[in-house]
């Protein structure tokens, strides 16, 4: 029950809401995204809880998480969703203009949802129908859980891998 996570606007949630929020996300990936362990998942917002709990998420589920930073346009995002063979992303409601401009050229990228968002279809309503309890997916130290992408100054922007024993 201690503080996890604070946040502007009074926001407090303890390890066991942050516990309890990744595992209605994740039930929300499994159950209703069709994710399968090793799925890509791009993840887009700002650092703001909701992120946070979303990235347990992918790790609990068996995802890899692709994470971007909140500048990037829809060309750039395209580029790592085709490179990272995405297939799913969790993004923030504010960002979502540009990733909506991806998804047109992107046909492999078919799971999307949106948090921060109080719409009947945002990733908040998935998950209040969800359990909170999700058994995590066994992973070994060696599978890749994290592509990070580079920023491109020389180039083409490349994907680096890290694996669950790199974030640990």
């Known amino acids: 029950n201690r503080l996890?996570?604070?946040?502007?606007?009074?926001?407090?949630?303890?390890?066991?809401?942050?516990?309890?929020?990744?595992n209605r996300i994740a039930n929300v990936l499994v159950q209703d995204m069709g994710l399968v362990p090793g799925n890509r998942v791009l993840l887009r917002a700002p650092n703001n809880p909701m992120l946070a709990?979303?990235?347990?998420?992918?790790?609990?589920?068996?995802?890899?998480?692709?994470?971007?930073?909140?500048?990037?346009?829809?060309?750039?995002?395209?580029?790592?969703?085709?490179k990272g063979e995405v297939t799913h992303a969790l993004c923030d409601a504010a960002l979502a203009d540009e990733l909506q401009a991806t998804l047109a050229e992107c046909p492999q990228l078919t799971q999307v949802r949106y948090f921060n968002d109080a719409g009947?279809?945002?990733?908040?309503?998935?998950?209040?129908?969800?359990?909170?309890q999700f058994a995590n997916v066994d992973t070994a130290a060696d599978d890749t859980c994290l592509l990070a992408f580079t920023s491109g100054t020389t180039g083409v922007p490349k994907a680096t891998m890290h694996f669950h024993r790199d974030v640990m």
């Open 53 to 82: 709990a979303c990235w347990f998420a992918v790790m609990k589920a068996g995802g890899i998480a692709v994470a971007t930073m909140p500048l990037l346009r829809a060309k750039e995002l395209k580029g790592i969703v085709a």
């Open 4 to 22: 996890c996570i604070q946040a502007p606007g009074g926001l407090r949630w303890s390890y066991a809401d942050l516990q309890e929020k990744a």
């Open 120 to 132: 009947p279809g945002g990733l908040e309503a998935a998950m209040a129908l969800k359990s909170p």
